[in-house]
């Protein structure tokens, strides 16, 4: 892209050895974190003499951490679900003819995602008791899925920009209804955007802490529970359990990742 | 016009047959075939209940805005404008929950709370300078990478460059921050290094002061900064900098002229962004920080533990943060926003 090479040679050195540095400013935590979880002692810390597989075999065996991914996964397909329906429903409103409050309306879409986690997480614990909703998995389910809905919004109305007007205006003329036409027409087109939205959602409601944390009941989710056992010490098991859990999201988002890339490609 | 005889599943296609021959086709064989070949959304459309459902709905154009709005808009005052304004009434109350009997009253006592007590000041000043600092950290650290991304790497790699950086941040807040406990620790793998190459002797205890929290705020955030950075910096054209370059311009004038005040957008959006997020951070304070280091999130927190009444000083407090971050950023934006203007003119 660079066609005049020879002006901009030294940056071009200086920047990449920056670029390479913040890979391994990134990376290099998450593998120590990784080896550490197979080390043969109690003890958190370097050097690493001896090394054991047994640390993961615990997790596997440990139904309470076990049902404690179930929990997690359950809460986030849950809210995905919800934030998916009504983050889409919000998007065609937004995206349709021009209203008086539009813009209202956007601002107030967006605000749970620009709300300072601890204060969103304070402020869906005071509603949940107004609610009448318990602290427990109802809770997380609601939080997450009102804290997502704003993603699923800006990433359909973005895919909604580009449906080209003469495809639901063709199947109007041929006698579909609204509702038809957007089922036929507009569903079909906005299922690549729906889908990453909803990795995203299943992501962040998996990873998040301070909304399941206050708004959790006795049972935790996983960021709870590696939260609550660092609190108690460090311990190799900890880092099976976040390795487990790493291997699961950063599967999750590279499948998506390339997912919605061929999907795009595709239409 | 609805068809009578369209009723129940299993005679739907036959019941349309009848029903169609009567007004429009006048072979029935014909017929038929259409109405086989029909789809389940032709034949849903043709279906008299729900035929009729829609006229209804869509009569008049408002008539159709209004059942297509009515939900989003109970949905977006309800649950997420609900939170806030319950929080808000919380915090002007005296007694929240309340017991049975007891009369509620307003009051600004909460808030006046937060001024009588430097216990309760201090932490809420030392998260908005650390959000500060913070964010100019990470602004400092991801511009550089965002502009190699966007300036000297082939379009064809660019996603590949993106999707590596993009991978750890898929990991969770909480499995982040413990690596960096990790890697910080008095046994951990900084001291270790620095051990080896011989430049200390005992260990620097790095954890629990605000430089451990600020590698793990600036590790959490990393991302929502490059990537306003990153497509600010993509849409800038090259030929700007040549440009530049041709008329005498060296590496350093080409991006203090140049590039930076034409990504001023980016570094605006990205770092409002970041400076939200790291007022809000509650588990990292936690777990990296230590006791000179209680951020108001911590405080905040505490109320909500407490199974006793304090609740609206806790939700006051919530407020009083929530309305300084967003004062904060959104007087940032002005200044970026003339900063822009006077550029460009």
């Not at chain 2, 898929?170 to 290094?193: C, H, K, P, Q, S």
């Not at chain 2, 629990?208 to 955030?221: D, E, K, P, Q, R």
Request: proline share 6%; net charge positive; charged share 15%.
């Amino acid at each position: 892209m660079n066609d005049r090479p020879e002006l901009f040679r030294g940056n071009r050195i200086f920047l990449s050895c920056i670029y390479w540095a913040f890979v391994l400013y990134v990376f290099v935590p998450l593998i120590l974190m990784i080896l550490m979880g197979f080390k043969d002692s109690k003890f958190i810390g370097f050097p690493i003499r001896s090394w054991t597989l047994d640390w993961y075999k615990g997790v596997f065996d440990n139904t309470e951490v076990l049902s404690t991914f179930g929990y997690s996964i359950a809460i986030a397909v849950l809210s995905t679900l919800i934030s998916v329906i009504v983050g889409t429903w919000i998007a065609v409103l937004l995206e349709g003819r021009k209203f008086l409050g539009r813009s209202v309306m956007f601002g107030m879409t967006v605000l749970p995602a620009l709300v300072p986690g601890i204060i969103s997480a304070i402020a869906f614990r005071i509603y949940a008791r107004y609610l009448g909703i318990e602290p427990g998995m109802g809770a997380i389910v609601w939080a997450h899925a009102v804290h997502n809905v704003p993603f699923v919004v800006l990433v359909v109305m973005a895919r909604l920009s580009t449906l080209p007007k003469s495809q639901i205006e063709a199947a109007r003329d041929l006698g579909a209804d609204p509702l038809v036409s957007f089922i036929r027409i507009t569903l079909p087109y906005l299922v690549p955007a729906i889908l990453g939205a909803s990795i995203f959602c299943l992501l962040l409601s998996f990873d998040d802490f301070v909304r399941s944390f206050f708004l959790g009941g006795y049972e935790p989710t996983l960021p709870v529970l590696i939260f609550a056992k660092l609190r108690s010490g460090m311990s190799p098991e900890i880092n099976a359990i976040a390795t487990v859990a790493l291997i699961l999201t950063a599967a999750i988002g590279i499948w998506a990742e390339r997912f919605t890339r061929r999907m795009n490609k595709e239409s | 016009m609805p068809c009578p005889a369209a009723r129940g599943a299993g005679g739907q296609t036959h019941a349309k047959e009848s029903c169609m021959t009567d007004h429009s086709h006048p072979s029935s064989k014909a017929v038929a075939t259409v109405a086989t070949d029909r789809t389940f959304w032709g034949r849903l459309a043709a279906w008299g209940p729900y035929h009729t459902l829609m006229r209804l709905a869509t009569a008049s154009p408002r008539r159709q805005f209004l059942i297509l709005a009515a939900f989003p808009v109970l949905w977006v005052l309800t649950q997420h404008l609900g939170p806030m304004l319950q929080m808000l009434r919380v915090s002007l109350l005296d007694a929240y929950p309340v017991a049975p009997g007891v009369e509620q009253h307003f009051t600004l006592d909460n808030y006046a709370r937060f001024f009588g007590d430097s216990i309760f000041w201090m932490p809420f000043f030392r998260t908005l300078a650390f959000a500060a600092v913070f964010t100019f950290c990470t602004l400092i650290i991801t511009y550089p990478v965002a502009y190699f991304l966007a300036r000297h790497v082939s379009r064809k790699n660019q996603m590949l460059f993106l999707l590596l950086l993009l991978i750890p941040f898929w990991v969770g807040e909480i499995v982040r921050t413990y690596a960096i406990m990790i890697l910080l620790g008095n046994t951990g793998a900084v001291n270790l290094v620095l051990k080896w190459v011989g430049l200390i002797d005992r260990p620097i205890p790095f954890m629990y002061t605000s430089f451990s929290m600020g590698v793990g705020i600036v590790y959490l955030t990393a991302l929502y900064m490059l990537l306003p950075l990153y497509s600010a910096l993509e849409k800038l054209p090259q030929s700007m900098n040549e440009a530049a370059a041709d008329l005498g311009a060296g590496a350093w004038t080409r991006f203090w002229r140049v590039s930076l005040p034409l990504t001023i957008e980016g570094i605006s959006s990205g770092c409002t962004l970041v400076f939200l997020i790291s007022t809000g951070f509650y588990a990292t304070p936690v777990l990296l920080g230590g006791p000179s280091t209680t951020v108001f999130a911590e405080t905040i927190a505490g109320f909500f533990h407490v199974a006793g009444d304090e609740w609206p000083t806790g939700a006051a407090f919530a407020t009083i943060m929530f309305m300084a971050a967003l004062v904060i950023t959104a007087t940032f934006q002005k200044l970026m926003n003339a900063l822009r203007k006077g550029e460009s003119k």
